[in-house]
């Protein structure tokens, strides 16, 4: 088992940046890639940014590139997600998701969400206009 806890949601201004935090307790969380995932209200979860376990592969969503940064710290147990120039439309619930993998293979990342194990409860983001 590996529990995911969310932070650093809150209220930002469009054009803001916010830094999400996701900490990992339980099994070895250098035996799992990672993602975030978001979800507006009335809409689908959709896939945002995920991260190999040795953080050496990154993958984002088209629409997100050049504004979000993945990053990880294996030694903390925590995934970040560094968001800027935040607009409103950015606004949902972000979720951080664990996927189990093997070590032997460095760089595999997944954008879909039935791949991944876990999910943290989720951290509210709104952006005002």
């Known amino acids: 088992q590996v529990q995911l806890v969310e932070s650093g949601g809150g209220l930002v201004q469009a054009g803001g940046s916010l830094r999400l935090s996701c900490a990992a307790s339980g099994r070895t969380f250098s035996s799992y890639a990672m993602g975030w995932f978001r979800q507006a209200p009335g809409k689908e979860r959709e896939f945002v940014a995920a991260?190999?376990?040795?953080?050496?592969?990154?993958y984002y969503a088209d629409s997100l590139k050049g504004r979000f940064t993945i990053s990880r710290d294996n030694a903390k147990n925590t995934v970040y997600l560094q968001m800027n120039s935040l607009k409103p439309e950015d606004t949902a619930v972000y979720y951080c998701a664990a996927a189990g993998v093997s070590r032997s293979v460095t760089i595999v990342v997944f954008t879909t969400a039935r791949r991944y194990d876990y999910w943290g409860q989720g951290t509210q983001v709104t952006v005002s206009s």
């Open positions: 991260i190999s376990w040795s953080g050496g592969s990154t």
